[in-house]
């Protein structure tokens, strides 16, 4: 099922735009409400907005606004552990989106497709499948 994730996208774009640049696990966990450590002065709206989004979606979301090049990956290695720290930027098409001129919208599946995918499977198997 296809589901509009503009609102989610643009929160994204805007919050890279206030701070800067951000990991992909910080701006997942703002938008989740995860972390309430993070400066909140400018874009305080958008903490918590996606508690209802999985995390995999939010993640989902990044990927694609990277792979559309509204967001730009820069790779900064850590001083003292030489580990390279992956951050987000604005990229070039990030106008797009943040004017409204383009929507934003995701392939998702539901509870209940996967509901009845489990159900089709334990038929066909002729006993239950445990669900964790």
């Known amino acids: 099922m296809q589901q509009d994730f503009t609102k989610y996208a643009a ?3 805007m919050l890279i735009r206030h701070r800067g640049r951000l990991t992909s696990n910080q701006c997942v966990n703002f938008l989740l409400g995860r972390k309430a450590n993070m400066e909140r002065e400018g874009v305080e709206q958008y903490y918590g907005m996606a508690k209802h989004i999985g995390k995999h979606d939010m993640h989902r979301i990044l990927d ?5 090049g509204a967001l730009t990956e820069n790779n900064v290695t850590h001083r003292t552990s030489r580990m390279a720290i992956q951050f987000f930027q604005l990229g070039p098409n990030a106008r797009a989106l943040l004017s409204g001129e ?4 995701m392939v998702t599946k539901t509870r209940s497709d996967s509901q009845a995918a489990l159900s089709a499977i334990e038929e066909l ?5 445990p669900t964790y």
Request: proline share 6%; hydrophobic share 55%.
């Open 102 to 105: 383009q929507s934003f919208a």
């Open 11 to 13: 929160a994204i774009l």
């Open 125 to 129: 198997a002729g006993k239950p499948i």
């Open 64 to 68: 694609r606004l990277a792979t559309g």
